[in-house]
């Protein structure tokens, strides 16, 4: 397909355009592209050295007191100062040590998730070189007041590659001392450092709150009591004390462990940001995104238009999305990364992700944010053709075949389209499906572990919802059972059990449970097979996925064929490819150029653009395109192309008629008045223009030449009249086309004169009264001001109907004369732009989400409200115990956790993530009992593993069983 070949050819020239499927899977990346998306670098970065090295680091605030002694006695234990003795934690990690431009980067040998680093060498004070008979040592003081020590074997093989690699961090080191200078001001804009100063564990001064979200004024979304989010938070606390914070973050299990379990509100954007790298984008191109801004300021695009259309339907079930501040902030994002890849500009559903990152982002963390995502993490689903996610589509069918086999063999048997369903969930990461609350908890885990996550959630759901699925038998069924489950995430896994802590696992966490438990064998290695399988054949099928859907979804057009309108599908965006896509306009229209080469290509009457003396082309293909155009845009869509076609073949003659009048009735009124009256006579000259020239012939002609062969047939003797082929001379055609010619000029003629004859006469005066008319003017009933008249649609056909020769053309000659099921002369194959096609989709989903939200939000406020009595005397409690009201505040800020002590049992319940199952074995065994035999065999067809429960007793003695999150 020449069009694909074009891009992927380009998309090897470049490097660094997003097309199609050259970032789509690991096998076509490079090795140092493969490397930085490892550690969620940026792409530029090489490695410039490599080591074998042991690892260890240490806080000033490790092992130095635990709980609410931290913050009160921090500055007399002296916490703001590094010790001057380091004792290192005991752990050891021994790995592979990266030096990058601007990275120094660890991974464990045995498992990442037991230690990894990405620090940036601007956060590194010092380097301390200790060598010794038995090892070297380099030891590290970084700005956070950590400690890391690097230890490189002694071998004398290794010893010059140990001498390397110290050379080469001190010329790196050198070489970075610029960044030093904006680093203060960087980590300033991180909540994580604000968290730590604000409880006098940074050395940094930390004035003012960091630009967040819009949460922070709209509130964020769910209940904070009931997520223990202040618990949380003071987690992250301790960890940030212990393992640094931001730019030199040392990710341990309990890193990971804190992500699982759902992110606090104020620390998700910075987390967001950490795990998919954005933040280094950011600091490495400070100042980008406003002077973006800035220097297309007041500039207009197709994209933007794009945007502007989108705004009011992102997300507009949050608070902040009805208010000019939230549009505000959506709006510049999206225009932002328009101007910074006009090659893409805008795509459909990115303004759903933006508008959720928003939430806990500020402008500039949730624009680098988005570079990621559509460059990085989902590469080639915001994009022209959204050729990613389709493939993403075709993947995940594959899995659930391999998976369960029962269900995807009843999906096949009755058609039932997963990709209808499925793709919208993929597209907005489940943020157009999901309550906002469930969904950032997914999102949680997709910026910690990538793309991988959206598949295994979606197995998940499948798995779940199998037994049920296998009783469905369509689309709308299959969908309809779908959203109910999304509708009921927040109620009861099991509600019929008989133990209470099973009674409390909602549906969400039961989800999470199985999406990352038992498929947690769908990784990025398995999903990128399954997408091999399919990569080719996504080329073939993608133009018939798009085209039948489009199709499927057009206005009714009675008057077109089947194959007509593929046909006319195909013509039509094979010039959309020529004329759009190849310009980066990321349009699905056309433009008049383009239209006029369209009609010059079905219609017998319009001649090529080129052959026009008015360089603007044709009068009426003019006022055709401007009457078909239902967005005003200059622009044609196909549905507004087909819907104008299908008027204009109609084959009612009174119906054709009334809708050629109506492309003249500007105003609606159902009138037509002087100058309209003429330039229809014009237009209907350009119609007929191959008539009468006589380069056709009409039904009227061919009839006259027929009868003349007919005539000089029976001049034949009777046996001969069947074996001989008679026809007409020439001068027989000539005066046959002559006649032709003379009538054609004469309805014309014929059509002005009745037109004004039976014209009825206005029932407005003219402007001037007493204006004094040329004798010449006055005759010409067209041409005087002072008599204006006007045709209705009754009077219009009369006129039509007085004339043989236009009610032939307007019953028979202009429909035939437009051939719509004429073959595509082009090698190009027509692809479809996907940026509108999802709209029906996302939306149908936002409405489910958001009638959860409003449910739940209704659950929370009766919370609310029956606490305000506890919170009264809570504040009569305080005054009397001496505490002013503001103190008692004070005391329950999210930022201070100076006079907070945490629950262990609390504390115990978040961090057991680890739980055997969450399934109830009483309500299961119950619920067996009650299917029969067939049902037993199809449940135990879609398990998808030999997943074992344990019995009842051991769960009732596991302390870790977690009830709160998964």
Not at 120 to 133: D, G
Not at 378 to 406: I, W
Not at 909 to 931: C, F, G, M, Q, Y
Request: proline share 4%; net charge negative; with cysteine.
């Amino acid at each position: 397909m020449a069009f694909f070949e074009a891009l992927r050819d380009k998309a090897i020239s470049t490097f660094n355009q997003v097309v199609l499927d050259k970032k789509v899977g690991a096998e076509s990346l490079s090795r140092e592209q493969l490397f930085c998306q490892r550690f969620n670098i940026p792409d530029e970065q090489r490695v410039l050295s490599k080591a074998a090295v042991t690892i260890a680091y240490s806080s000033a605030y490790t092992n130095q007191g635990q709980g609410q002694g931290k913050s009160q006695h921090s500055k007399q234990n002296g916490y703001a100062n590094p010790a001057k003795r380091t004792i290192f934690n005991e752990s050891r990690y021994s790995g592979n040590l990266y030096l990058t431009q601007q990275f120094l980067l660890f991974e464990d040998g045995e498992d990442f998730r037991d230690c990894s680093f990405t620090l940036h060498l601007s956060t590194v004070k010092k380097v301390e070189r200790e060598p010794s008979v038995y090892e070297n040592r380099l030891i590290l003081l970084i700005t956070t007041t950590s400690k890391l020590m690097i230890r490189f074997a002694f071998e004398a093989s290794l010893r010059s590659d140990t001498e390397r690699f110290a050379q080469s961090l001190s010329t790196v080191l050198k070489k970075n001392q610029p960044q030093i200078k904006k680093l203060d001001a960087f980590v300033q804009t991180c909540y994580s450092e604000y968290l730590l100063a604000k409880n006098n564990i940074s050395n940094l001064n930390v004035e003012h709150v960091p630009r967040g979200g819009l949460g922070l004024v709209f509130k964020f979304p769910g209940n904070p009591k009931e997520s223990r989010d202040k618990t949380k938070l003071k987690l992250w606390f301790d960890l940030f004390m212990e393992d640094g914070r931001n730019l030199s973050l040392i990710k341990t299990q309990m890193f990971y462990k804190l992500i699982r379990v759902g992110l606090p509100n104020r620390l998700r954007g910075e987390i967001w940001e950490l795990c998919s790298g954005s933040i280094y984008l950011r600091l490495q191109n400070e100042g980008e995104y406003q002077r973006l801004l800035e220097d297309n300021k007041d500039k207009g695009s197709f994209a933007i238009e794009e945007i502007e259309k989108d705004l009011n339907r992102s997300l507009p079930e949050y608070a902040a999305y009805q208010s000019e501040e939230g549009i505000g902030r959506l709006r510049r994002v999206l225009t932002a990364y328009s101007w910074k890849n006009p090659e893409l500009g805008y795509c459909q559903a990115m303004n759903i992700v933006v508008a959720a990152l928003l939430i806990y982002m500020s402008e500039e963390q949730a624009f680098w944010s988005l570079n990621v995502l559509c460059d990085r993490a989902v590469p080639g689903y915001y994009s022209k053709t959204m050729y990613g996610t389709l493939l993403d589509q075709r993947a995940f069918e594959s899995l659930v075949q391999a998976t369960m086999p029962l269900l995807w063999e009843h999906i096949t048997k009755n058609d039932i389209q997963v990709s209808v369903v499925t793709l919208p969930w993929f597209l907005s990461l489940y943020l157009s499906s999901m309550p906002l609350v469930f969904a950032f908890r997914i999102l949680d885990i997709f910026f910690m572990q990538g793309p991988k996550t959206l598949f295994q959630v979606a197995l998940a759901i499948f798995k779940i919802n199998g037994e049920e699925l296998l009783q469905t038998e369509d689309d709308g069924s299959f969908i309809s059972l779908i959203k109910n489950y999304f509708n009921t995430l927040d109620s009861s896994a099991h509600p019929t059990s008989p133990q209470l802590k099973y009674r409390n696992i909602i549906k969400f966490q039961e989800l999470l449970s199985i999406a990352f438990k038992e498929f947690s064998m769908v990784d990025e290695d398995m999903i990128n097979v399954h997408r091999g399988k399919h990569r080719e054949s996504i080329y073939q099928n993608i133009s018939t996925f798009v085209k039948r859907t489009e199709i499927r979804n057009l206005p009714k057009t009675p008057n077109i064929s089947s194959n007509g309108l593929n046909i006319l599908y195909d013509r039509f965006y094979s010039l959309v490819e020529q004329s759009n896509i190849t310009k980066g306009s990321g349009s699905s229209t056309i433009d008049y150029k383009s239209f006029h080469k369209f009609m010059s290509e079905i219609c017998e009457w319009v001649a090529p653009l080129e052959e026009h003396a008015n360089a603007a082309g044709s009068p009426f293909l003019n006022r055709l395109f401007r009457c078909w155009d239902s967005g005003k845009h200059n622009t044609l869509s196909f549905p507004d192309l087909v819907v104008g076609l299908n008027g204009l073949v109609d084959p009612d003659l009174m119906s054709s008629m009334s809708s050629f009048f109506a492309l003249y009735d500007d105003d609606h009124s159902g009138k037509i008045h002087n100058n309209r009256i003429l330039e229809v006579s014009e237009d209907l000259l350009y119609i007929t223009d191959p008539w009468k020239q006589g380069l056709l012939l009409d039904r009227i002609s061919k009839v006259e030449l027929q009868k003349q062969v007919l005539a000089e047939q029976q001049k034949l003797p009777e046996e001969e009249r069947a074996q001989e082929t008679v026809t007409v001379d020439e001068a027989t055609q000539e005066e046959v086309t002559g006649k032709q010619i003379e009538r054609y000029l004469h309805a014309a003629s014929t059509f002005i004169k009745r037109a004004f004859e039976y014209a009825q006469p206005d029932e407005d005066e003219p402007l001037i009264a007493e204006l004094q008319i040329s004798p010449k003017f006055r005759h010409n009933a067209a041409l005087d001001p002072t008599h204006p008249v006007y045709l209705n649609v009754p009077t219009f056909r009369m006129v039509i109907l007085a004339d043989e020769t236009y009610e032939l053309l307007f019953s028979t000659t202009l429909r035939d004369s437009i051939h719509l099921e004429k073959a595509v002369d082009t090698d190009l194959n027509p692809i479809r732009n996907l940026r509108d096609m999802f709209d029906g989709l996302l939306t149908d989903g936002m409405k489910v989400a958001s009638k959860v939200r409003s449910r739940m939000d209704s659950r929370a406020s009766q919370v609310s409200n029956s606490g305000q009595a506890a919170s009264i005397a809570s504040s009569a409690s305080s005054a009397k115990s001496g505490k002013t009201i503001h103190e008692a505040e004070e005391e329950e800020r999210d930022d201070d956790f100076g006079t907070i002590s945490i629950d262990e049992k609390d504390k115990d319940l978040i961090l057991a993530t680890e739980t055997s199952s969450l399934s109830d074995p009483v309500s299961r065994k119950n619920n067996n009992n009650n299917n029969n035999n067939n049902n037993n065999n199809l449940k135990r067809t879609i398990d998808t593993t030999n997943h074992q429960v344990n019995d009842e007793k051991q769960k009732e003695n596991d302390p870790n069983l977690n009830l709160i999150d998964f």
